[in-house]
């Protein structure tokens, strides 16, 4: 493996590609061990299950290998490209573990002039992080691939084979589920709001 693979952002650039396309073994090398904290961390966003990490992460590493010369830098950077596969490898493993068609429509159980506004600004990733793996995993997964991971309803309704209603009202069902969660207002107020 020559260093020279590695750049300094730790970034997967077209050199690595371009050998993981003539399958040469140090490009294979160098695209995983480059992005592997990430597609693990893209993982364990959605599956809470941490002993079947590893072998999503293989599974996701097929598919990329097996496809590698699909990738068009020209319709998004690799790390888009890679982070598509993990979400929906991601998925595959949540639909074979449960069924996404029981989520529900929004219709009871929450006052219908409840806010959905979450303010984050004054809580660590972390803190939100460990909150969000105890949201149920329908919440939790629409929650993730909407405001993390940027799906629009309609990718999502698709993806989970569910309607676009039901997409929305699975997200408003976890707004409110970590509004309620999260501790009250500090005076430290950092970043942004959900």
């Known amino acids: 493996m020559h260093i020279s693979l590695f750049n300094k ?3 997967v650039n077209q050199e690595v590609i371009d050998l993981c396309i003539k399958n040469v073994e140090s490009g294979h090398k160098a695209l995983y061990e480059l992005s592997v904290k990430y597609v693990y961390a893209v993982v364990s966003r959605y599956v809470k299950i941490n002993h079947v990490h590893k072998d999503i992460v293989q599974e996701i590493y097929a598919n990329v290998f097996s496809h590698i010369d699909s ?30 068609n029981s989520m529900l429509p929004l219709t009871e159980g929450i006052n219908k002039n409840f806010s959905t ?3 984050l600004r004054s809580f660590e990733r972390e803190n939100v992080s460990k909150i969000l793996n105890k949201m149920p995993v329908g919440y939790k997964t629409v929650f993730m691939m909407s405001v993390i991971d940027g799906y629009n309803h309609d990718d999502i309704s698709k993806l989970l ?3 676009k209603g039901t997409s929305r009202s699975q997200l408003n069902r976890a707004k409110f589920w970590l509004k309620n969660r999260l501790p009250k207002k500090t005076k430290f107020q950092a970043h942004g709001s959900l």
Do not use: C, M
Request: charged fraction near 25%; glycine fraction near 2%; charge should be positive.
């Open 71 to 100: 990738y068009d830098p020209n319709k998004g950077t690799f790390k888009v490209w890679i982070r598509k596969i993990a979400v929906n490898q991601s998925l595959t493993f949540l639909r074979k573990k449960n069924n996404f």
């Open 117 to 119: 506004e979450l303010d």
């Open 161 to 163: 084979n569910i309607s």
């Open 9 to 11: 952002n730790h970034l």
